[in-house]
């Protein structure tokens, strides 16, 4: 697996230290229902579809779909086919989902039929499968100027095995008209004799107008872990992946990618360009400099969060976000035997100790005090004491790890976010995850790609992708304070994501009830936190809803105003915010 070469960046400003839970508020959500009058199928998985990653692909698929262009307008497949569309003005007066679209094949001949799978590509444009193995590029025109028109097809091919829409994109280059494709497969895998016996497959599909729509290249990526987010870089320049395991091109148009030679594990160690040492109260660092140097050609600049060191005219040696903030104010640097240039800086928060210097620089090395390598020997000692007690703590209860909760265990493979380049098919940027747990995918600005939200700590953190900006690929966008927590107290939990504009959060369970985490709002009255002897100025609340329903729960969406809930017979619109 390729290397982490990237940390994702956190944008402090936008985290709360002081944030302490959220309080449940009994007002009423209204909630609005709609009947349908076919009901929405859920395609069961057959017995040979038993593996973990055919659940996560197909058994948990959303059915319901948002379209970003259009506000408050949602759309669903039916059991007759029917492309479905519900746009909502009023709430106290909805109608009922208008057909756009019906697909005509019969679907339910085919044994390994799974549900069909729509993807809005642009503000004119949808890729639609019919869960057989066909796609379908649909012309929908201006779909939010009140027109009733009816979609028109200009591209349908079989493409093989049955597959689901993961993400869609429309762009234009030389005045040719392109749309990018992404496709999802779980396939029987011969080479795959320990595991399950299948792998996962992504066929990333370029089709192209210069006389008519045609497919102009097809590439496809394997991997055995059905991705967590997959998109296409707005001009299908790139595509990006968040998975559990790697995935890696292994063919372009019908022919095999060769596979780079596995890299020897002896590296050639070369020397650090800087050293450092810390205490619980500050930092020392060392930079090697060209002799002779004068303060003159010293480049040293520092905030609380950042640091970059150097000499006139040459790249920086040291360059990136601290660990943690210091205090410029506080923080000095001299030169000493005119090669090397010593920094102290101060930090801000005092005890924590450090494990990196520079967020993602391994350029560095750091030395441990005698006085630290002391104490960690005298921790360590028990471990090669030759007393022959083999339980040295057995008047300590046992550690139970049934006890512990689902938010204090760490993924069993480490996770990673993985930007891939069209021409070269190589990964150019990769995160390691590591515990950042994926939560949920979020269209905010259809112009951008789709946003992820991860879990850091206790945090929900959104993270919008910017292809075009190497040095800060993932931007961190907001916040929900304590969700990462929360969620993973929820067993049940189904569906997650948040409005467009951060407003609030939500998590839905598999039958009845969901649940919605707002953003801090001022109070109307005077509050006060007894334990800290201050006024409460701000209130995070928190909402459940729960449907007249005993159908299970198959779409789930939000706007910034409403919630979409879809069942097999019911569509509930929940008013969250008003205008």
Known sequence: MTASNYSLKVNRDLLDPNFESYRLSLDAIPTYNVELD??????????????????RAFGMYNYLHLDPWYEDSVYFVDCKGRVLNLTVTLDTALGKPREVYRIIAESSQCEDRLCASLSLTSATWAALSDGIGRLYLLRTGKRGDGSHMKWEPLFSEDLGEPFTVLHSVSHVQAGVHSMEVLLLRVQKDPLETKGSGYSVSLEWITVANEKKYEVKKRRVLRGKSVPHYAAVEPKGKGLMLASEKPFVFTHVDGRPVEQPEPEPMEVEKTDPIYFWQQTTEDITLFVRMPEGITKEEVQFRLTADNAAIGVRGFPPLLEGQLFASVDPEASAWIIRNDKSLEVTLQKRSEGPMWPELVMGDRRGEYVMSDEQAALIHERLTHLTSEDLNGNPDRDKPPCNSQELEDCDRFPEDSSSLTHFDEQSLKPTQVVNLGSHQYLFTVDVDPSEMPCLCLRHDVDALVWQPRPDQPGNMWEHVATFNALGYVQASKRDKKFATCAPNFSYASLCECLRRTFIYRQPSPVETV????????????????????????????GFRATNERLYILTSSNLFVLKVNNN
């Open 38 to 55: 076919a009901a929405v199928e859920e395609v069961k998985l057959k017995d040979t579809q038993y593996t973990l990653e055919h659940m």
């Open 527 to 554: 509050l006060f936190n007894r334990k800290q002897g201050r006024q409460v100025g701000q209130v995070a609340k928190q909402q459940v809803a729960s449907l007249d329903s005993d159908k299970p729960i198959l």
